[in-house]
């Protein structure tokens, strides 16, 4: 299970894998320097009791001594290098306790002394595999921790084996009298003949266990880094969707609004809807132009262009294009919403209140119908568009209002949506370059 697992996670997020792989060779890399150093302290503490008790050392221990300090140092020289194999470290932790496995089978517990070798298992103990299975945590591998638990296990059973073959007698905890005293105790776990089977059951067992539990805290330890990561990416594909969506849709839509489209993308595909088209423009602007300097006059329409598209946000309308001195928005598309309207006639009604209180005059044709909607363009730009017979009404029915001396332009499916703000209708209608005669409601400030 873990294996599958682990091997989704990097599969479905091949960077992260890289980069845990540059950790775990840092990692890699720490673990041989400090088990390299270990051994190292070890060796001068083994060496220094030796020659302050006048016991020479055997030279079978420093051979093995020697050999895995020249081990350790050319593992790390080539971990992270072309030279670097999957197999080096599983080949460098198991030299490293295979190793200890042959001190406790070959190495004799008092140099020139003719103590069993039993007592190896008595004097020194499973405790001596920890270090190793706690450094091994380092490379954050934790088929590696649990590979070191089971050939510390294997090893240490193979040296017990070996020890006890061919001891003529062997005596276990089961040979302790029934109503043993404390003298009985100690002349069994004292003898040469005391094996004690049972202890190193128990001591492969904790092994096991520990390399069990620490593996399990590596493997949290990376899906924890797959989580952080998998939010960075998140955090950078929400960045990125911000700017697809500012490039297509312009700075005055709402990021919200911006992100739901970006997250929905049918919302951009071409397609046709039934929505409303607002056409505002500024009347006699040119006329208010004439004389000023052009930088006057473009701060007072920025400002009032600023406060316009905020206004078509505000009643769920998107702006779709700047045209000059006014703009184009639409209801109903990109951005779905009920009774698109009376949102329209509502945001008509309060940018005309708006640009009375900036001194301009607008006129704002309001048409409903099928509408074509999409993002249209090149591969490597494109642009939220709409375009069919709704979008010609509406610019006409803007233009109309200045022979009609109207604010407020709109057709009957808008008009037939009034019930706050209350249209008039001003007859029949023809429009230029659309065919027939409409009826045509209009609105005036007082």
Not at 73 to 84: E, L
Not at 193 to 203: Q, Y
Not at 210 to 233: D, H, K, M, P, S
Request: aromatic residues 8%.
């Amino acid at each position: 299970m873990l294996t599958r697992i682990a091997h989704k996670n990097t599969t479905q997020n091949p960077g992260g894998s890289a980069a845990l792989k540059r950790a775990e060779q840092t990692g890699l890399r720490l673990a041989v320097l400090c088990r390299t150093l270990a051994i190292g302290v070890f060796a001068a503490w083994w060496i220094g009791v030796g020659l302050m008790a006048g016991t020479p050392i055997a030279p079978s221990a420093y051979a093995i001594l020697i050999g895995l300090t020249l081990l350790g140092a050319t593992t790390y020289s080539v971990v992270g290098t072309r030279y670097d194999q999957c197999w080096l470290k599983y080949a460098t932790y198991s030299a490293d306790i295979l190793a200890i496995c042959a001190v406790f089978a070959l190495v004799p517990v008092r140099s020139g002394s003719d103590i069993p070798q039993i007592y190896a298992f008595k004097a020194w103990g499973v405790h001596v595999f920890f270090p190793i299975i706690a450094m091994a945590c380092l490379s954050l591998s934790w088929r590696l921790v649990l590979w070191c638990g089971a050939v510390a296990v294997t090893g240490w059973a193979s040296a017990f084996t070996f020890v006890i073959q061919d001891m003529p007698r062997r005596l276990e905890w089961a040979d302790m009298p029934l109503n043993a005293d404390a003298n009985d105790y100690a002349t069994l776990f004292l003898s040469p003949d005391f094996v004690g089977t049972g202890n190193r059951i128990v001591e492969s067992g904790m092994v096991l266990t520990t390399a069990g539990i620490l593996a399990l805290a590596v493997y949290r330890a990376r899906r924890v880094f797959f989580a952080q990561l998998a939010a960075e990416e998140a955090r950078a594909g929400e960045q990125a969707a911000r700017e697809h969506a500012t490039g297509i849709l312009g700075k005055y839509v709402p990021e919200a609004v911006a992100l739901q489209l970006v997250n929905d993308t049918k919302a951009l595909v071409p397609h046709e809807v039934e929505g409303v088209v607002l056409v505002a423009d500024i009347a006699g602007f040119s006329d208010f132009a004439s004389g000023k300097p052009p930088t006057e006059v473009i701060d007072r329409l920025n400002t009032f262009l600023d406060h316009a598209a905020t206004c078509v946000s505000r009643h769920n309308g998107v702006v779709i294009l700047f045209t000059g001195d006014g703009l184009l928005a639409t209801f109903n598309t990109p951005i779905p919403m009920d009774e698109p309207e009376k949102a329209a006639l509502a945001c008509a009604h309060d940018l005309v209140a708006q640009a009375r209180r900036q001194d301009f005059a607008l006129r704002v044709g309001l048409a409903s119908g099928p509408l074509a909607a999409g993002s249209v363009g090149s591969s490597e730009r494109q642009a939220f568009t709409v375009y069919g017979e709704t979008v010609n009404r509406a610019a006409r029915l803007e233009t109309l209002g200045k022979d009609l001396n109207a604010a407020i332009i709109a057709d009957t499916g808008v008009a037939q949506t009034s019930n706050e703000i209350e249209l008039t209708l001003s007859g029949e209608h023809q429009l230029k370059g659309i065919p027939g005669s409409w009826p045509i409601w209009t609105w005036r400030p007082d």
